[in-house]
C-alpha cells in the first residue's frame, strides 16, 4: 500500500506541478526554501480569513458572544475540521462551535448557525475558485492535450525509473 501511495502522490504532482517540478520537490535536497515560505504564508492568510468569517457570521447573528471569542472558536472550528474523522468535517465544525461558544454562554442552537451558515459562506468563493482553476487547466494545463513522443506528462504506468528514485515511501 505504501508504494502504490507513493505513486498516486508522484502522479498527482505530477498533474499539478509538472515532472520536472515535481521530481524537483521530491529530491533529496528538499524544496525551494522561497516556495515553502510562501506556501506556508497562504495557508495561514487562509485559515486566519476561514476563522475570521466564522467571526463575521456571529456577529452577524448577533451571537452574544465577543469577536475574541469567536476568533478563538473560528480557529478551532478550522482546526477541528482538519481531523480525518467525518466526511467535510460535517458534524465537527458544529460540534466544535456547540461545546466552545457554551462556554462563553451561547446556546447550541446559535452556535450550531455559525459553524453552518459560517461554512456555507466559504463554499461560493471556493466554487468560483475551483471553476477559474478548471478553465485554466482546460486551456492550458497538462490535461488540454494528450501526451506526445516529446511530452513530459506521460501516465502513471510510464513512471520512469530514476522518478521513483526520489520518492519517499
Known amino acids: ?61 448577533g451571537v452574544a458572544a465577543s469577536p475574541l471569542a469567536l476568533l478563538v472558536v473560528g480557529n478551532a472550528i478550522v482546526l477541528a475540521t482538519l481531523l480525518p474523522i467525518s466526511v467535510g468535517g460535517v458534524g465537527v465544525r458544529e460540534g466544535t462551535a456547540v461545546a466552545l461558544l457554551a462556554l462563553v454562554g451561547v446556546g447550541a442552537t446559535p452556535a450550531a448557525l455559525v459553524a453552518l451558515l459560517g461554512y456555507l459562506a466559504m463554499q461560493p468563493p471556493a466554487l468560483v475558485g475551483g471553476l477559474l482553476l478548471l478553465g485554466r487547466r482546460a486551456s492550458e494545463g497538462p490535461l488540454a492535450r494528450a501526451p506526445d513522443a516529446d511530452s513530459d506528462d506521460d501516465d502513471l504506468s510510464s513512471l520512469a525509473s530514476e522518478d521513483l528514485e526520489h520518492m519517499a515511501y
Not at 5 to 11: R, T
Not at 14 to 39: E, I, K, T, Y
Open 1 to 61: 500500500i505504501g508504494r502504490r501511495a507513493g505513486l498516486v502522490a508522484h502522479a498527482a504532482c505530477r498533474a499539478v506541478a509538472g515532472r520536472s517540478a515535481c521530481v524537483r520537490g521530491l529530491a533529496p535536497a528538499g524544496p525551494d526554501a522561497g516556495l515553502v515560505l510562501r506556501l506556508m504564508l497562504l495557508g495561514l492568510a487562509s485559515h486566519g480569513a476561514s476563522a475570521a468569517l466564522f467571526v463575521a457570521t456571529g456577529l452577524a447573528l
